[in-house]
């Protein structure tokens, strides 16, 4: 989302989205690590994932749409609804999802997983602070979109976002399907949906 404690995606909190104090991931260069790779997160990258989300949301909508306890849910019940971008070992992007059994978002799919649900709904993309601007997120959101592609029990994956980001999330397939039944105080947003048929699994250089 964009300003609050829900779950939605931002495109520039997306590409302005995004461990305490970091380094800028190109300074932390291991030799004996890929250049880059894509691979499903764990449970042990919760604080990290954590560390980049905070930076992106708290410093601009003052909240968080996962918190660390909730990240560590959602990274050990499905982990394979994640998608982390390493660069030579650093997260720099990521997006965390869950399942979701119902035909529309309602207030318990910010918490919960259902392992039944076909849907796969989409929390939060972060980019790590010093890899903004870079395009990094669209690119992950492709990469995450193949992945889901790839699962058989996922049919269709959705998200929620204020209305100005609807055209950013158009790009990738998603379509309006109405106002979302979750608000944050004085914030609507719209739910968008988008049909999994046709994004072709591409895991190369995925750990997933």
């Given at each position: 989302?964009s ?9 520039e ?35 990290g ?31 394979e609804?994640?998608?982390g971008?390493?660069?030579e070992?650093?997260?720099?992007a ?115």
């Open positions: 989302m300003t609050q404690s829900t779950h939605d995606l931002e495109p909190a997306l590409d302005l989205l995004q461990p305490g104090t970091p380094e800028a991931p190109s300074r932390q260069r291991r030799h004996t690590l890929p250049a880059s790779e894509f691979r499903c997160l764990t449970a042990e990258d919760a604080a994932v954590f560390e980049i989300e905070r930076e992106a949301f708290i410093s601009v909508l003052g909240t968080c749409p996962l918190y660390l306890d909730e990240v560590k849910h959602f990274l050990t019940l499905c982990p609804l994640s998608l971008w390493f660069q070992g650093c997260l720099v990521f997006i965390i999802g869950s399942l979701w059994d119902q035909e529309r978002l309602t207030q318990e799919s910010l918490t919960l997983h259902r392992p039944g649900g076909h849907t796969a709904h989409l929390h939060v993309l972060a980019v790590h602070h010093a890899c903004r601007r870079q395009g990094k997120g669209s690119t992950l959101m492709r990469r995450y979109l193949q992945h889901l592609g790839g699962q058989p029990a996922v049919s269709r994956a959705a998200l929620m976002c204020e209305d100005r980001l609807v055209p950013f999330y158009q790009g990738f397939g998603f379509s309006p399907v109405g106002p979302c039944a979750i608000t944050l105080g004085s914030l609507a947003f719209t739910e968008l949906q988008c049909s999994m048929r046709g994004h072709a699994s591409r895991r190369r250089n995925s750990g997933c």
